[in-house]
């Protein structure tokens, strides 16, 4: 199992939002989960994803997304299911708003404290190469919105142990540092199988 970490500081909180780039970059977010879970045809069972939301009127939220066969998302309309999710928020709980899909209220570094017998990740251009790395069984990637992560946040998971992970030179979009990273383990595992 490989799991992503999105944090956004200014997505929207509440699902009353249409203009989905006012509302704290939400597109970047929905080609986050695109990115995270669809294949041609199928979706990705071996992934993971957490959307940590820090803008207002209610921050932070965690929505949570496992593959589940009845899992509802559709690439038409992922914006849709994140407001639907945001909507149904139960204060105090952590609600299946669908089949794989949950929200709660819940910090970057609250979720990070969860991850703690695990492989943490930050990619960051400036880190290892990802294929020079020798990653955890089940990695766990940080990935930043277009601002990266803000440096008051960095602060609040300072101590832990999180590695910065790089894919190369280039500055890529969120959503494609997860296509590159999904990619790569992909890779990694079809060699090994192919070495047994
Ligand atoms: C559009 S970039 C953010 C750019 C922002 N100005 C910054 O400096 O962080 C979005 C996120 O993708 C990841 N990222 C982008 N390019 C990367 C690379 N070459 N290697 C590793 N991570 C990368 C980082 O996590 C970054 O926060």
């Known amino acids: 199992m490989r799991e992503f970490i999105y944090f956004s500081q200014n ?4 699902g009353n939002f249409n203009d ?3 509302a704290g970059r ?6 986050v989960v695109i990115a995270a879970f669809f294949l041609s045809h199928s979706l990705r069972e071996d992934v993971k994803l957490h959307l940590i939301f820090n803008g207002p009127p209610d921050a932070p939220k965690h929505l949570e997304f496992v593959y ?4 509802p998302i559709s690439k038409k309309d992922v914006s849709g299911l994140i407001k639907r999710m945001l909507f149904k928020y139960k204060k105090g709980r952590k609600i299946e708003a669908f089949p794989g899909c949950f929200i709660e209220k819940k910090s970057f570094r609250q979720l990070l404290e969860e991850f703690e017998d695990r492989d943490i990740y930050i990619l960051d251009k400036k880190g290892e190469d990802i294929r020079t ?15 990266g992560i803000p440096k008051q946040e960095m602060k609040t998971i300072r101590g832990m142990e999180i590695k910065k992970i790089s894919l190369g030179p280039l500055t890529y979009f969120a959503s494609q540092t997860v296509v590159i990273v999904n990619h790569e383990l992909d890779r990694a595992l ?3 199988m192919n070495k047994l």
């Open 11 to 14: 997505a929207r909180t509440s």
């Open 20 to 22: 989905l780039m006012a």
């Open 26 to 31: 939400m597109d970047i977010a929905c080609h």
């Open 68 to 71: 589940n066969p009845e899992i």
């Open 133 to 147: 790395a020798e990653l955890g069984e089940n990695p766990v990637f940080i990935v930043g919105d277009h601002e």
């Open 190 to 192: 079809h060699i090994n």
